[in-house]
C-alpha cells in the first residue's frame, strides 16, 4: 500500500513530458540511483526557512546566528541519523565524491588503501597517491570478506590502512557485508570508510553497528537535492590533516610572521570539522540534509523497505518473463539488494532502449556504465581496456552489449512507473 510512505512522499509525481508518438504522459522517474527527487518535507522546510536565510559563523545579527544554530544543528542531526559515536566528527561537504577526495586527502603519510575494482569510481579514484591494493571483483559476500581478508595479511601490519567498500552497489543494487568487512579491517588494524550514497536512501545506517569509522554520502541521492554531501566518523586523522581547502572559516588564527623571520604569515587551524569546510558553506544544502534525515528518522526505514522490496520483485519478475532480458548481478539472484536494477537486452544498444524508454514511454532511466567502468565490464564479460563509455556501437542480434541500462527507485515510486517500465520493455 504505497499510502503507508505517505510522509516520504515526493516532488515531481504531476509533470507530463511529451511523447514521439504524440500527446504527454506524467514521467515516470526511475534513476533515483543518480539523484533522487526532493522529498516534499525537504522542500516544504527548506522553503519555510528560506526566508530566515543569513550567513552562518560571520553574521552578528539575528538571522545569521539563527542560520548559524540550524547550521551546526544540523551536524547533531546528521550523527543522529547514522548513530554515530560521541566523538565523531560530521563535516559536511559537496557530495560523496568530495567526501571520499576529502578523506583521501587526510591519510596520514605511508597509508594503504586496499578496494575492490568492482566499486564506484568514486570509491576507486581518489587514492591514486596512496599505495593501492585493488581486489578482485567477488563473486559472493564471503568471498569479498576472504579477498580482503587475505590481502590484508600480507600488509605491513604497523602502518596506517584504509579499507573503502560501498555499502550497496549503484549498478547492481546489492549489499555489500559491510559488518563482516569491517571486522576483517579492524582485526588488522586497518580502518574503513563506508561509501553510503546507495545505501542511506534505502537502509538504516547505524556507524556503531556497522563499526565502520567513516561514512560519506550525498544529499541530492537523500532526497534533498541541494548540492550537499557529509563525510561523519573519527576525527583523529581529519584533526591532524592539512585542511582540505585553505581559507576563511577553517583558520582559528593567522597572524603576520616578523620581517626578520622571513615574513608571510603563521596559520592556526581548526581542529573540529571547520578545518575541512573553508568558504561560505552550502548553507540550504546542509538544512536540506538534516530535513531528509529527520524525515527518513521520524517515517522510519521499516514501510519503506518493504514497500522497496515489493517494486523490486515487480520488476525483476516482469524482467524475468522477457528471454532476451539478463540482469546483471555479482552476488547472484537471491542476494540482498535495493532498488537498483541493471540488465541489458539481447541485440540492444542499451542508449538506445533507454532513448526509446523516454520517447515512446515517458520513463527516465540511465544507461551507460554508471561510473564504475571495471563493474560493468566484468558483469558484461567484457575486456578491461575495450571502448564502450558512451555512443556504444551498437550490437548486433546475439551479440554482447557494450553497456547496460538501469532501473532506480524508492521513495514515493507508485506501481504505475514500475509497470509501466516492464510492459515498456516487454
Ligand atoms: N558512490 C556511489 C555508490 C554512487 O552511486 C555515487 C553516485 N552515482 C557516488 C559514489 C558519487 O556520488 P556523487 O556524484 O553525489 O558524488
Not at 543518480?34 to 527548506?46: C, G, K
Not at 542560520?67 to 543522529?80: G, I, Q
Not at 579477498?147 to 584504509?162: I, K, M, V
Request: net charge negative; with cysteine.
Amino acid at each position: 500500500d504505497p499510502s503507508v510512505c505517505a510522509p516520504l512522499a515526493v516532488l515531481g509525481r504531476d509533470v507530463t513530458v511529451p511523447l514521439v508518438t504524440g500527446g504527454e504522459v506524467t514521467y515516470a522517474a526511475l534513476d533515483y540511483a543518480a539523484s533522487a527527487p526532493a522529498l516534499q518535507r525537504v522542500w516544504d522546510d527548506v522553503a519555510a526557512y528560506a526566508p530566515y536565510y543569513g550567513s552562518v559563523h560571520r553574521g552578528a545579527g539575528y538571522l545569521s546566528q539563527l542560520s548559524t544554530d540550524l547550521f551546526e544543528n544540523s551536524r547533531t542531526t546528521v550523527a543522529e541519523f547514522l548513530d554515530c559515536r560521541e566523538d565523531d566528527q560530521v563535516v559536511f561537504t559537496r557530495s560523496t565524491t568530495d567526501s571520499l577526495n576529502l578523506l583521501a586527502a587526510a591519510l596520514p603519510a605511508g597509508c594503504e588503501v586496499f578496494v575492490f575494482e568492482t566499486e564506484h569510481h568514486a570509491s576507486l579514484l581518489p587514492w591514486r597517491d596512496a599505495r593501492v591494493t585493488y581486489l578482485d571483483a567477488p563473486r559472493t559476500p564471503d568471498e569479498a570478506v576472504h579477498t580482503l581478508e587475505r590481502a590484508l595479511a600480507d600488509r605491513d601490519p604497523y602502518g596506517p590502512a584504509l579499507v573503502c567498500v560501498t555499502g550497496a552497489s549503484n549498478v547492481t543494487g546489492e549489499l555489500w557485508p559491510v559488518r563482516e568487512l569491517a571486522a576483517a579491517a579492524h582485526a588488522h588494524g586497518a580502518r574503513i570508510v563506508l561509501d553510503a550514497a546507495q545505501l542511506a536512501p534505502h537502509h538504516p545506517v547505524s556507524v556503531r553497528e556497522l563499526d565502520v569509522d567513516w561514512v560519506a554520502f550525498s544529499g541530492h541521492k537523500l532526497y534533498a537535492p541541494f548540492g550537499s554531501g557529509v563525510l561523519a566518523g573519527r576525527s583523529d586523522w581529519l584533526r591532524e590533516a592539512e585542511p582540505y581547502l585553505a581559507g576563511g572559516g577553517a583558520s582559528r588564527k593567522v597572524a603576520r610572521r616578523p620581517k626578520e623571520a622571513g615574513g608571510g604569515v603563521d596559520v592556526e587551524w581548526h581542529d573540529t570539522a571547520a578545518r575541512h569546510e573553508a568558504g561560505s558553506p552550502n548553507v540550504i544544502g546542509v538544512y536540506s540534509i538534516a530535513a531528509a534525515c529527520k524525515a527518513l528518522t521520524e517515517a522510519g526505514f521499516d514501510e519503506l523497505v518493504a514497500r522497496e522490496q515489493y517494486l523490486i520483485r515487480k520488476v525483476r519478475e516482469g524482467l524475468a518473463e522477457v528471454p532476451a532480458v539478463r540482469v546483471l548481478s555479482l552476488f547472484g539472484d537471491d542476494a540482498p539488494r535495493v532498488g537498483v536494477i541493471s540488465f541489458v537486452v539481447d541485440g540492444w544498444n542499451s542508449s538506445h532502449f533507454a532513448a526509446a524508454l523516454s520517447a515512446e514511454y515517458g520513463i527516465g532511466v540511465r544507461d551507460g556504465l554508471f561510473c564504475a567502468h571495471p563493474l560493468v565490464r566484468t558483469l558484461l564479460g567484457g575486456e578491461t581496456d575495450e571502448p564502450g563509455e558512451c555512443g556504444a556501437p551498437e550490437a548486433e542480434p546475439g551479440e554482447k552489449s557494450l553497456n547496460a541500462i538501469r532501473v532506480s527507485f524508492g521513495a514515493g515510486t507508485p506501481d504505475e512507473h514500475v509497470e509501466r517500465f516492464v510492459r515498456a520493455v516487454k
